[in-house]
């Protein structure tokens, strides 16, 4: 029994490659004369790397990111280990072992870290400068300490706070990056997310990190036009029924039937990154017709209005929209969330 292969999964992600190395080209493009790299973290956001790193690669990227060293073994796959980082540095002499031995870059983040990158023998390591995120990144005043200055650095770097707004921050940040280029030894400078191509030239530096604009989110409005969808879900219809005025639907019958009608219940739920957050007020879709959600989402069922698709039957595919730059796909969630959210068995295959 154990060697029989599974039936077909009754949901299905379909990743646009073509669209992600389009989508990657673009922000290289965008990026003037820096070049872009790829974030690839998180699964390369919900899509796969086993199924988007070799499309970025072979599109020209040469700069990888991922932000947990449980990350890099999917990565490595597909990419020489010189050209992934790992964001969230190296917090022990094992991490800096594994960085050692596989050949990917650490991302310094604290004069700690440095001190004990170099006593497990340094090397190649970029280095985060916080510029105003405060999140992760040695203090600008840090600059100067001696155990900076003993790093082997190839990318100096920070990180933009609000890249997606008009704000006098921005400028700040970038401003504060090259102050500490001037005290810092390296090699090239990187600053701009996927909204931070967007600022333009003045932000690029020598690398830009795109993130979720690979995958199709537009953060602002410079990217409009440049960017395509990459993720395209569909889930199958488990069952059809007829139900009567006055019946509910789902968990506390949040939908009352108010005349007959026939419903579906299609095999997709919060398990699966389709968030309760995303049921009001949306909808499924058959060959172009559009089937309201009922009720609430439940784990792994959400149930759908027929009456607009009288020929939808079991065993028929409904496509569930993940368009991640539309607002009223996301009812509060994050384009970022909508990726990242996705659950195990809605995993491309």
């Known amino acids: 029994m154990t060697d029989l292969l599974p039936p077909p999964a009754t949901l299905r992600l379909t990743p646009d490659l073509e669209a992600l190395a389009a989508n990657w080209r673009a922000l290289d493009a965008l990026s003037g004369p820096a070049r872009a790299g790829a974030a690839v973290k998180a699964d390369a956001y919900g899509l796969g790397v086993d199924a988007c790193v070799p499309v970025l690669r072979d599109a020209g990227c040469e700069a990888f990111f991922v932000a947990h060293w449980s990350e890099v073994a999917g990565v490595i796959r597909h990419v020489p280990g010189a050209q992934v980082a790992v964001l969230h540095g190296v917090l022990s002499d094992a991490e800096c072992a594994y960085a050692r031995a596989t050949g990917v870059v650490p991302v310094i983040n604290s004069l700690d870290q440095a001190e004990r990158w170099m006593a497990s023998g340094g090397g190649l390591c970029h280095l985060m400068v916080d510029t105003g995120i405060n999140r992760l990144g040695i203090a600008p005043a840090e600059a100067s300490d001696p155990r900076v200055a003993a790093l082997e650095i190839d990318v100096l770097m920070s990180h933009l706070a609000s890249a997606d707004e008009r704000t006098a921050m921005n400028r700040m940040q970038a401003e504060l990056l090259r102050e500490a280029a001037d005290a810092i030894p390296h090699r090239w400078l990187s600053l701009a997310n996927s909204a931070g191509v967007g600022l333009g030239a003045d932000f690029a530096f020598d690398l830009t990190r795109p993130g979720i604009a690979l995958y199709g989110g537009v953060p602002r409005e410079e990217l409009v036009g440049h960017i395509r969808p990459v993720a395209r879900v569909e889930a199958q219809v488990l069952q059809c029924r007829q139900i009567a005025p006055g019946e509910g639907v789902g968990y506390n019958a949040t939908f009352i039937a108010n005349t007959h009608m026939r419903v579906g219940t299609v095999s997709i739920g919060y398990a699966d990154g389709f968030l309760r957050a ?24 959400v149930v759908i209005d027929l009456s607009a698709a009288p020929d939808c039957r079991a065993g028929e595919w409904v496509e569930v929209p993940w368009d991640i730059t539309d607002a009223a796909q996301q009812n509060g969630l994050s384009p970022y969330e909508m990726l990242t959210v996705i659950g195990q068995r809605l995993r491309p295959r």
């Open 278 to 301: 995303r049921g009001p007020g949306n909808a499924l879709w058959h060959e172009g017709r559009r089937l309201p959600i009922l009720g609430k989402v439940s784990m792994d069922m």
